[in-house]
């Protein structure tokens, strides 16, 4: 039998930016975790090439949504 698990996450902030940065900072942890899951499991192929570069362009754009004492503008 096939069981699926649900995933609640709670998401707290006191204005839509806070909100913003906690999403993406959330999207950029479980998009991590399931490409090295993909990886261990030989999955390779078009969903590590959508995750290296979602990861990417998060990454590139931090200083955007995250505030200024945690990202660093990019050189």
Aim: aromatic share 14%.
């Amino acid at each position: 039998m096939f069981v699926t698990h649900n995933c609640y996450i709670l998401i707290r902030g006191n204005t839509l930016g806070e909100i913003t940065e906690e999403a993406l900072h959330y999207a950029y942890f479980y998009l991590t975790r399931s490409l090295l899951e993909h990886r261990a499991q030989g999955k390779n192929g078009e969903y590590e090439t959508f995750a290296v570069e979602v990861l990417a362009l998060l990454q590139k754009y931090r200083h955007l949504y995250t505030n200024p004492p945690e990202a660093p503008r990019p050189d």
